[in-house]
């Protein structure tokens, strides 16, 4: 029986409904019944924007169990911080080096981890983690705003999701615009390639 349970973090505007809606379709198409909850309002408002996409034979609630995530993807350095309560030894942490500063830290009001102490935290609950810089990635892939789409690849691959290449690429022409698709394809590649890279 499969079951498979993603957390998505990070600052609204990042594209992390984005990430969920495409993981919850490639589910649909693989035949899995998915649940998926997401918080709207502060996405409109660079605030926090949790997410969990759950598919499998069957599942009845939308809400993860702590220590029930099989992968966290996180948009936003520090963010990855507070998916922890969803994690075991057994989860997959893949991280964006990107550093979004609250306004507070911004105004010397308090400080904000490096990415070596996020790091440090996150290997106290498991060794499995991907750090990479997909803003770089996105860059070279020809459009900065095509993170959401590196960080996609990258967690598809490091996490293992059962759900195949064509299947999320079916997903991501429903999702996306029509006139970056082709650029979002390729960043999402280049986040595959990344992963796989650095098993």
Known sequence: MVQYDTVIVGIGGQGIL???QILARAGMFQGYNVLMSEIHGMAQRGGRVPCSVRFGDSIN?????????????????????????????????????????PPMITIGLGRYPTTDEVI????????KILVIDALEIARKAGLS???SSVMLGA??????????DK??????????????????????KMGLDEAMEKK
């Open 18 to 20: 984005t990430i969920a």
């Open 61 to 101: 609630s939308p809400t993860i169990p702590e220590g029930g995530a099989n992968l966290v993807i996180s948009l936003e350095n520090a963010e990855v911080l507070t998916s922890i309560p969803y994690a075991s030894r057994e989860t997959v942490f893949v991280l964006n080096k990107e550093m979004s500063l």
């Open 120 to 127: 440090h935290s996150v290997e106290q609950i498991s060794g």
């Open 145 to 147: 705003i095509t993170v």
């Open 155 to 164: 967690g598809v691959a490091a996490g293992k999701v059962p759900v195949d």
């Open 167 to 188: 299947s999320v690429k079916e997903a991501m022409k429903v999702v996306l615009p029509q006139r970056y698709l082709e650029v979002n394809m390729k960043a999402y």
